[in-house]
């Protein structure tokens, strides 16, 4: 099969990294989709590095019998935890997209040598990884985990009192001050940027990855290119979890922005 | 081994149900515990029963292996999607007792044809177990999910603008007007048990579960009645969890109320 009409697979512990789905598919109307949720193990925002390397891999694996012609890992806990382990299992041949490289090297273009905050959920910050691309490229971090807010997003918590109380919760007492910027580190947050935006002090950005890593498949080669253009001919998008119930399906929504058909498959030896 | 010297094997998906062994811990100081949390497919709340019904099987196998002589089921959403599967595999000679029948027999006794209110996870109000059992003794019930509680205590958001501002959005709305009681449906709301009591209007009860069901534990036999009463010579505790954190060892402490080693175990064929 022409690279170009293999699947992109998209994978996230649950259904957060359908914001990234939503951008890719945006950007590549006619390249068939293939999404994973893996429902059945979220979140991995609390769960260790092994545990989380050792889910990113089957899922990996999945996506590779499924036939896809390149992996995109939606989740800042599995890319900050897990890379290594995808890419092994990928192999050369199928190109691997994180959800971190592409926004770091976006910031780091724009805001070097200044100061820049990241949030995200417990697994990404202890991992360092943020910090350590960051820095890497010049750039002074604030991180700090803030992981009640995924769960919150996904439970339709958001531009109301209790989003606008965690957030302020996490964002105040001065763990920020002085930022340029402010990178949302899970997928789940674009839902609030807008309300964390009000929150920080005026000139602050809030960035978060979707674009970033669509424009990162993008430069991958010419074939996904071919899939930019024409939306005459969407391409075929299956969104697959490995747990279903009736929140999933009704959240799958909220982060795709338009209507979403779940459908359950059991990874092979889930347990 | 006597029955009394067998540890009674306490379980849950994480570490909430410590509330519960704390109940049974001072009620049997001399007996011997062995809590299992299942850090590793944590939150069971927002899970399919089938995948609860299959991870409590799991571990109820590993309890009845690990020598237990009686098994507490101390997470409510387990006790209202697997009790049966639990049952199952414990056998005749292993007693098993859940989170939300001893509960039930209490409040009816004292509410007979009254309203009664419960709050839980999505997982627990959905199965209408509770709903059920408490219509069948007479009460009248308003359920609610309310499922981002139970990971903003773990989070450790009690007492605070967080949890209040979180409560009221949950129980305002005339959602539970005339009720008499609120059951505390998941063994990790009791952390905010003064928080959801200060918002309810006043002469309404709260209720937990964890003394009923260390109660019932002390109605299984003789045997079990022997450990409750000389604190003397505590028995031996174990707490185990499948995938160990630093947050889960932080968080055990303020569930179970004294300090806690969790030791990390794999589930066999756990993936």
């Not at 360092?128 to 339709?156: D, F, M, N």
Request: with cysteine; proline share 5%.
């Amino acid at each position: 099969m022409p690279k170009a009409f293999r699947p992109i697979g998209i994978f996230d512990s649950g259904i957060g990294g359908l914001t990234v789905a939503r951008a890719i598919s945006k950007r590549f109307p006619q390249h068939p989709l293939i999404y994973f949720g893996d429902t059945a193990h979220l979140p991995y925002g609390e769960k260790s590095p092994e545990l989380i390397q050792h889910y990113a891999a089957r899922i990996t694996r999945e996506l590779v019998d499924l036939g896809c012609g390149a992996i995109v890992i939606a989740c800042n806990s599995a890319s900050s935890n897990a890379l290594k382990e995808v890419r092994s299992i990928a192999g050369a041949s199928i190109p691997v997209i994180d959800v971190i490289q592409p926004v770091v090297e976006a910031v780091a273009q724009r805001f070097e040598g200044q100061s820049i905050g990241v949030i995200g959920t417990r697994a990404t910050i202890d991992s360092g990884w943020y910090q350590r691309l960051l820095q890497e490229r010049g750039c002074r971090v604030k991180a700090k985990a803030t992981p009640l807010l995924a769960s919150a997003i996904e439970e339709g918590f958001h531009a109301g009192k209790v989003s606008s109380t965690l957030i302020e919760a996490y964002l105040t007492k001065g763990a920020f001050d002085g930022i340029k910027a402010l990178v949302l580190g899970c997928t789940h947050y674009p839902l609030i940027s807008q309300e964390i935006l009000s929150l920080l002090p005026e000139g602050v950005e809030v960035i978060d990855s979707a674009d970033s890593v669509a424009r990162a498949l993008s430069d991958l080669s010419d074939d996904f290119a071919m899939g930019e253009s024409d939306s005459q001919n969407p391409g075929l998008r299956r969104f697959i979890v490995s747990d279903l119930t009736r929140s999933f399906q009704l959240g799958a929504e909220r982060f795709f922005g338009s209507p979403v058909i779940l459908e359950e498959r059991k990874l092979s030896g889930q347990a």
